[in-house]
């Protein structure tokens, strides 16, 4: 286990960490980022006052079996949370930890590919707002983002810290044996599930309804006309939550 004040992307660290033969199980610990990533090449907002961590995995899987891994990191960081500060997170489709309506925390999956593209390794970081007062947060951020503190939940970092880990090594003996199990699970805390949504990919904005998530996280989506789509990646946003009214 690493543990550093200030990084630029514990993702980013241990990637590197990960070609350089570093063994599964490594973690990679910040209290704060100056480059921490997101989904889609977003950035993520690390301030001070956030955990934030990174796992490496090997797992003798291939990318096929792994689908509902960033699913997984989800339900095992709701968990987390719960035994940390007693407040029950939920996520929002795919990658999000939420309460209430505002973003709690993210999960960042990135995986590493051998010759003959099997998975050499995979990169799962997580960032979990703690003791962030709103002001901490980016003026874009401030009526989307929430912590723990902001909550009105205890907000022990290295408790926190220690509970995703605990959480990981859970994940991590169950990631393939009980995929069906931890997928029910997700689907029990999914606010996406059942909500008003708007799908954003390839050029196109559509509005449909969330009907269901698959074993491997997919989502099915039934637009307007009634056609249906799994969608796999991209942004879908939940209607009511991050300003999408
Ligand atoms: C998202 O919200 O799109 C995902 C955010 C993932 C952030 C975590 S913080 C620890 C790890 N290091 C990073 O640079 N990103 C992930």
Wanted: proline share 2%; hydrophobic share 40%.
């Amino acid at each position: 286990m690493h543990w550093f004040d200030t990084i630029d992307s514990t993702n980013t660290r241990l990637k590197e960490m990960a070609r350089q033969g570093a063994p599964h199980g490594t973690v990679v610990i910040a209290g704060q980022q100056t480059g921490g990533r997101g989904r889609m090449g977003r950035s993520f907002s690390s301030a001070g006052g956030g955990v934030y961590l990174s796992v490496l995995l090997r797992p003798k899987a291939s990318a096929r079996e792994l689908m509902h891994l960033t699913c997984a990191a989800a339900v095992a960081m709701c968990e987390a949370v719960e035994a940390a500060a007693g407040l029950r997170p939920r996520v929002k489709w795919i990658n999000d930890l939420v309460a209430g309506k505002r973003k709690l925390g993210g999960i960042l999956t990135e995986l590493g590919f051998g010759a003959g593209g099997s998975i050499e390794y995979a990169v799962v970081g997580i960032g979990i707002n703690c003791c962030q007062k709103s002001g901490d947060f980016p003026g874009e951020l401030q009526s989307i983002a929430t912590s723990l503190a902001m909550e009105g939940a205890p907000c022990l970092t290295e408790k926190l810290a220690a509970e995703m880990v605990l959480a990981l090594e859970r994940m991590d003996r169950r990631l393939l044996a009980e995929q069906d199990a931890i997928m029910e699970v997700y689907r029990s805390r999914c606010v996406t599930l059942g909500a008003q949504v708007q799908v954003i990919g390839s050029g196109a904005v559509r509005q449909g309804k969330a009907l269901d998530i698959d074993r491997e996280g997919a989502l099915l989506v039934e637009y307007a006309d009634a056609s249906r789509e799994w969608v796999a990646s991209g942004e879908v946003s939940v209607r009511g939550m991050y300003g999408y009214l």
